[in-house]
T-cell receptor
């Protein structure tokens, strides 16, 4: 059974800092990994999708990397802004399964 | 290009009642998945519909049922509501037999009193 862990659970930083959010998974036979952002009481917004054959994906100030052998993905946020404040979740889909397993998320606060 | 839409956005029910939540997938998508998210938790998978059939089901009781229509929209029904069913219910859509990127709606917030 795939287990997904996100550390830290919460993070508070001043504006402008570069951040790294971590996602660990127990089964390295993954199909893909997707990062999401969730604002309070809202749905999930897709940020980046990394296929199993890829090492990283970039979108604007966001960069996600994938290391299957160590069971880790990191989401790098450059030059953080107050608007980045949200909960960030990763979802890992194992090969042979249609359904991803979600972590509990990292709650990020970027203060001015 | 319309994204995933869900209705209603909020609703309040009492224990023992029944509720129906609705979801329209993103244009071009044919697969719909339903998730339950309690406060401070990650989404928990309920079931997935593809080609109008339940393709996979998570660890939820039979009180939770669903349906997918020919236009790919979907409903989630919950019978005999319990206080513990209070949560944000999320619908996600994707394309194809081999689901790739998931897109979520804004969710339906259910409160059971």
């Amino acid at each position: 059974k795939q287990e997904v862990t996100q550390i830290p659970a919460a993070l508070s930083v001043p504006e402008g800092e570069n951040l790294v959010l971590n996602c660990s998974f127990t089964d390295s036979a993954i199909y893909n990994l997707q990062w999401f952002r969730q604002d309070p009481g809202k749905g999930l917004t897709s940020l980046l999708l990394i296929q199993s054959s890829q090492r990283e994906q970039t979108s604007g100030r966001l960069n996600a990397s994938l290391d299957k052998s160590s069971g880790r993905s990191t989401l790098y946020i450059a030059a953080s802004q107050p608007g980045d404040s949200a909960t960030y979740l990763c979802a890992v889909r194992r090969g042979g399964s249609y359904i991803p397993t979600f972590g509990r998320g990292t709650s990020l606060i970027v203060h001015p | 290009d319309a994204g995933v839409t869900q209705s209603p956005t909020h609703l309040i029910k009492t224990r023992g009642q029944q509720v129906t939540l609705r979801c329209s997938p993103k244009s071009g998508h044919d697969t719909v998945s339903w998730y339950q998210q309690a406060l401070g938790q990650g989404p928990q998978f309920i079931f997935q519909y593809y080609e109008e059939e339940e393709r996979q089901r998570g660890n939820f009781p039979d009180r939770f049922s669903g349906h997918q229509f020919p236009n790919y929209s979907s409903e989630l029904n919950v019978n005999a509501l319990l206080l513990g069913d209070s949560a944000l219910y999320l619908c996600a859509s994707s394309f194809g037999r081999d689901t790739g990127e998931l897109f979520f709606g804004e969710g339906s917030r259910l409160t059971v009193l």
